[in-house]
């Protein structure tokens, strides 16, 4: 759960320090790299949204699709 957070801090520049501690103490714990082994956006499906198209995602479920982003682009 929580290295989603993270990932997101990273994808926007929003620094996320109690989250990043609350990944290595929990690793620590329980002797897990989760920095490496958490959840990615790219496994989400959602590293390729902007800000506003994750916003829609998540409060209309509006996805947009990799491939149409490919083919608007082209």
């Known amino acids: 759960g929580c290295h989603v957070y993270h990932e997101l801090g990273k ?3 929003v620094p996320t320090p109690v989250i990043d501690s609350m990944i290595v103490l929990g690793g620590v ?7 490496a082994t958490g ?7 959602i590293a ?3 800000k506003d198209q994750l ?3 998540l ?3 509006e996805y947009v699709y990799q491939d149409l982003i ?5």
């Not at 714990?29 to 920095?35: C, V």
């Open 70 to 74: 490919r083919a608007i682009d082209t």
């Open 29 to 35: 714990m329980n002797k897990t790299d989760y920095m």
């Open 59 to 61: 409060h209309e479920g």
């Open 48 to 50: 390729h949204l902007d």
């Open 55 to 57: 916003l829609a995602y």
């Open 39 to 45: 959840l990615t956006l790219e496994e989400l499906g």
């Open 11 to 13: 994808k926007f520049g």
